[in-house]
């Protein structure tokens, strides 16, 4: 009886969560094929008839093709950046490989604590003065140092979790530091890399305070970015807003939706590890 009470109460906790993360989505969906005067009359039903009208209208006035692009490039050089240095750190970290990895650890540790709103000026002056603003690939740089220090701790956790005794074998069969990382560690840590790649993507796939101070030109601006642009034309017009943020948002649902089991069995796997 005891054990049926708790699924009961478990599940009815976890629909209560459900229902809260999909309302708003579902509001979203439904919105964005009414005009403004269905919505404005009940935002609860149904729409009369699938127009695409106001993804027509947020296609062409938030500049998504353009926005699509330069997040797609934003976001790819922010993973990238982060996978190949967090995953170097986390390995040589975990080993133990320098005599100062304490201070290492405690200076992320450090960065970690320390808002990013302190650094804006000073990287945005360094920035315009060697002229690299306006420029998705150096935001995206910047995107990754913010977020390496939590893909460095997050790396090091799984790192710890692979026996000695393998990279031991790997070195007397004859491979070296690059062969064993990139053959055989890399590999056995691929949950890691995959949940550390997709928590870093989401969040710069909507990050907006870099993004807004650096990338200021009108063709350079990501889709959190556009869709900002319309929140003074539109804003009167919920129908064409529903449908930017549906836009903004399918990408990123697709993509935490395939890559779902690696990401929870990653963040669980390095939990327990670290």
Not at 38 to 57: C, D, H, Q, R, Y
Not at 253 to 267: K, T, W, Y
Request: glycine share 8%.
């Amino acid at each position: 009886m005891r054990r049926r009470i708790r699924l009961t109460v478990s599940h009815l906790v976890l629909a209560v969560f459900a229902v809260t993360a999909l309302v708003p989505l579902v509001l979203v969906l439904l919105n964005s094929f009414k005009s403004n005067s269905e919505i404005l009359g009940n935002p609860f039903v149904l729409p009369k008839s699938l127009s695409f009208e106001n993804f027509a209208t947020a296609w062409e006035y938030g500049r998504f093709s353009e926005g699509f692009v330069n997040s797609i490039l934003l976001t790819g050089t922010t993973v990238v950046v982060v996978l190949i240095c967090s995953g170097l750190a986390g390995y040589v970290l975990a080993g133990q490989k320098v005599r100062t990895w304490p201070l290492i650890m405690v200076y992320f540790t450090m960065a970690m604590t320390v808002p990013v709103q302190l650094f804006i000026f000073p990287l945005y002056s360094a920035a315009a003065g060697a002229g690299l603003t306006d420029n998705v690939f150096v935001v995206g740089v910047i995107l990754a140092a913010i977020n390496m220090p939590f893909a460095t701790f997050l790396m090091r956790t799984f790192f710890l979790g692979v026996p000695a005794e393998i990279e031991e074998a790997a070195l007397v069969d004859g491979l070296n530091t690059f062969q064993l990382v990139t053959r055989v560690l890399l590999p056995m840590v691929r949950p890691g890399l995959i949940t550390v790649g997709v928590i870093v993507g989401l969040n710069a796939w909507n990050e907006f305070l870099i993004s807004s101070t650096f990338l200021q030109g009108r063709d350079t601006k990501t889709l959190t970015l556009g869709f900002l642009t319309m929140n003074g034309t539109f804003s009167t017009d919920i129908g064409t807003m529903m449908a930017g943020a549906l836009i903004l948002i399918v990408p990123i649902l697709i993509v935490f939706i395939a890559l779902q089991r690696f990401v929870v069995d990653g963040m669980a796997s390095g939990a327990v590890k670290g």
